[in-house]
């Protein structure tokens, strides 16, 4: 079984550019995430999708995040523009559907610099 | 507001050392506790579960417990191996909805 997909594995951009990154989750996996981990801390979710609706966005900066996924499958995840505290590794999930009793399958993340 | 920490934040030990990982938080309704790896350049690996109801879990040389009461987690890795050198981190549900709230994690190193 593949696992969750991610790319660009690295981007660097400079500050106030748009970046967008890319997650294919588990092939029937109902349910995605995105979570935020900056250097030393652990993930922060940043957003979550049921199929193809928003459950919970709650800590997303919807000044400067923007995340769709389109036919309950692909997720973008776009952030314009970027500020330094940006830099992070944004990470992937899903699991077969929502709630604490389904395991949460993480892809490898993106490493975002911003300089 | 949840919060968890673990401590130390880093870690070295010899090869073959038993060694013990803590995870704290601040709210004791939880739902169930997580511990994950992370290694570099790689997504987080599922080790162990623990339900509110149980007291521990263990998955060959690992053993994770948990005291809701005092608000603690204990990851316990017998015999170390160099393998095991990556970060360790523990996550909190407050309820069964998905959310999980993660500590800093433990970055680990077994030297040879």
């Known amino acids: 079984e593949a696992g969750v997909a991610q790319s660009p594995r690295y981007k660097i951009i400079e500050k106030r550019q748009s970046v967008a990154f890319w997650c294919n989750p588990i092939?029937?996996?109902?349910?995605l995430y995105w979570y935020q981990q900056i250097l030393g801390q652990g993930p922060k979710l940043l957003i979550q999708f049921q199929n193809n609706g928003v459950v919970d966005d709650s800590q997303l900066p919807k000044d400067r995040f923007s995340a769709e996924r389109l036919k309950g499958v692909d997720s973008t995840l776009k952030i314009q523009p970027a500020k330094l505290e940006d830099s992070a590794v944004y990470l992937c999930?899903?699991?077969?559907f929502g709630g604490g009793v389904f395991e949460q399958y993480f892809g490898p993340g993106t490493r975002l610099t911003v300089t | 507001k949840q919060e968890v920490t673990q401590i130390p934040a880093a870690l070295s030990v010899p090869e073959g050392e038993n060694l013990v990982l803590n995870c704290s938080f601040t709210?004791?309704?939880?739902?169930?506790l997580q511990w994950f790896r992370q290694d570099p350049g790689k997504g987080l690996t599922s080790l162990l579960l623990?339900?509110?109801?149980?007291r521990e879990q263990t998955s060959g040389r690992l053993n994770a417990s948990l005291d809701k009461s005092s608000g603690r987690s204990t990851l316990y890795i017998a015999a170390s191996q160099p393998g095991d050198s990556a970060t360790y981190l523990c996550?909190?549900?407050?309820?069964?909805?998905?959310?999980?709230?993660f500590g800093s994690g433990t970055r680990l190193l077994v030297r040879p």
């Open positions: 623990i339900q509110s109801s149980q």
């Open positions: 999930a899903s699991s077969l």
């Open positions: 092939s029937g996996h109902a349910t």
């Open positions: 996550a909190v549900r407050m309820d069964s909805s998905y959310k999980l709230i």
């Open positions: 709210d004791s309704a939880i739902y169930n």
